[in-house]
């Protein structure tokens, strides 16, 4: 290890970071301005317009979107072959970190030391998924604080069913109030268990906000979900208007005959994920 | 909705005007704090301690920056808010004894620290969540930093600002609560 393909890696991870530390998918900037065009709130407008404005000048001074860096989270597809995707991910973090793109946010979680590197026990957190196509495909998302903090797991009884699933993701936009900074993109795990069904959650955020569930019933689900949520007038920042959710994204997995685990994840508008393609020494953005 | 703008530091009558849902821009001194500058403000208080920071008629800025160092000087990249509900258990203590005219943060504060900041002639300023590029534009110094030993985003920052906006008022003196309107409409 630690050949050319392993320094490859690093640099993508470490390019990925510095895109999203300092900008926005053109995805997630396009149903910004959607949603100014369609919101009536007058503050919910000036949220909105002070939201693109920031996009503008963090891409434009090179410096991060929000000062809530998050946690990185990676996503590899790719073969286990020689390569190491967490070491290549850990440098990156610690690079990325020193040049000022990372606020260093991770600390013991009881000591509560900061040592300074964004790293520490079991960070940074990586996936690595079977591979889909040539090369390595990755993805990073960083996940701030206050969308990760209003996360919540129902382990719902089959008889609720789906009223009850969509009656418990609805409550948890509406409780989160202004806490995760709407307009919020909702991710939502269906089935599996209690640890699957967040992990399915946190992977639906993945998704481009155009691309809708490939299963009719998931994507009638995402279309009620985002209508109901937007019907509640929590609006951006929780102070009002039409505007609460970009998005929602569902992904399932079959569960147990006794069990519904219904997991709710959110991105804050301020979604910073990136995906590309690493193949033959290049980077291709996704 | 009207636009206004407000020096610091300000007396209780200079922010008498101020009405929830109107759009303000600030400038003088802010101090930043998060959770754990919050606590430690709390117990040196509570044991007759003095702060390093001088707050009375100034501005709270629950915010934890990104910043580099450059050379001697630090500069603050990013500075958006954090969530005051975090920290609110302590604030109905704290802000008296701080004298503060202003707390800026996102996601507004529970019902005690509401009536108590009515009593103080204190309005609470919403910053929009996420928008670190945009404050740290209207940072024109950084005065000083304490507390470093509580990591980077948990010290205690001064920074002067010049037009720090769109903020929000969102708690008025009068102690009309944007936020509670909004989750009164919900059902929540």
């Known amino acids: 290890m630690g050949g050319s393909g392993q320094r490859e890696l690093e640099e993508a991870c470490l390019e990925l970071l510095r895109r999203a530390s300092t900008g926005l998918p053109s995805d997630v900037k396009a149903g910004l301005r959607r949603a100014l065009r369609s919101e009536r709130d007058p503050v919910g407008r000036v949220n909105l317009r002070a939201i693109l404005e920031n996009v503008e000048v963090a891409e434009e001074r090179k410096v991060p979107l929000c000062q809530d860096t998050g946690i990185p989270l990676f996503y590899f597809w790719m073969d286990p072959s020689g390569l190491n995707p967490v070491r290549a991910a850990a440098r990156a973090v610690r690079r990325a970190t020193q040049e000022g793109l990372l606020r260093p946010n991770t600390v013991h979680p009881l000591s509560r030391r900061n040592p300074g590197d964004n790293l520490g026990k079991e960070l940074p957190a990586v996936k690595v998924l079977p591979p889909r196509g040539e090369g390595v495909e990755l993805a990073v998302m960083l996940k701030g604080a206050g969308s990760e903090n209003v996360s919540r797991l129902g382990m719902l009884t089959p008889a609720e069913g789906e009223r009850g699933l969509v009656d418990f993701v609805v409550g948890t936009v509406r409780e989160a109030g202004g806490r995760p900074c709407p307009p919020v993109i909702v991710g939502v795990g269906v089935g599996g268990t209690a640890s699957l069904s967040m992990e399915l959650a946190q992977l639906s955020l993945l998704r481009p906000l155009p691309e809708k569930h490939r299963e009719a019933p998931f994507r009638r689900l995402e279309r009620e979900l985002e209508e109901r949520i937007n019907r509640l007038g929590l609006g951006p920042m929780g102070l009002g208007g039409r505007t609460t959710c970009l998005g929602v994204k569902v992904e399932y997995a079959h569960t147990h005959t006794a069990s519904l685990p219904v997991a709710v994840n959110l991105l804050c508008w301020a979604a910073r994920r990136f995906r590309a393609r690493l193949r033959g020494g290049e980077l291709e953005w996704r | ?188």
């Open chain 2, 1 to 188: 909705m009207e636009v206004k703008e407000l020096s610091l530091p300000a007396r209780r009558k200079d922010v008498g005007w101020l009405r929830a849902g109107d759009l303000l821009f600030l400038t003088g001194e802010v101090v930043t704090a998060r959770d754990r500058a919050h606590l430690r403000m709390a117990d040196l208080l509570s044991r007759g301690k003095e702060l390093p920071v001088d707050l009375r008629d100034g501005a709270l800025y629950h915010c934890g920056p990104a910043v580099r160092r450059e050379g001697k000087e630090w500069r603050v990249l990013s500075a958006g808010p954090t969530t005051s509900s975090r920290v609110d258990p302590l604030l109905p203590r704290l802000l008296p004894r701080l004298g503060v005219r202003a707390v800026i943060g996102k996601g507004g504060v529970g019902e005690e620290t509401k009536r108590v900041m009515k009593r103080m002639g204190c309005v609470y300023l919403a910053f929009p969540g996420g928008c670190g590029a945009l404050a740290a534009r209207a940072v024109k110094e950084v005065r000083g930093v304490h507390w470093l030993d509580l990591g980077q985003p948990e010290a205690m920052w001064v920074l002067e600002v010049r037009g720090l906006g769109p903020l929000v008022v969102a708690v008025d003196p009068s102690g009309r609560d944007l936020y509670e309107e909004v989750r009164r409409r919900m059902g929540a």
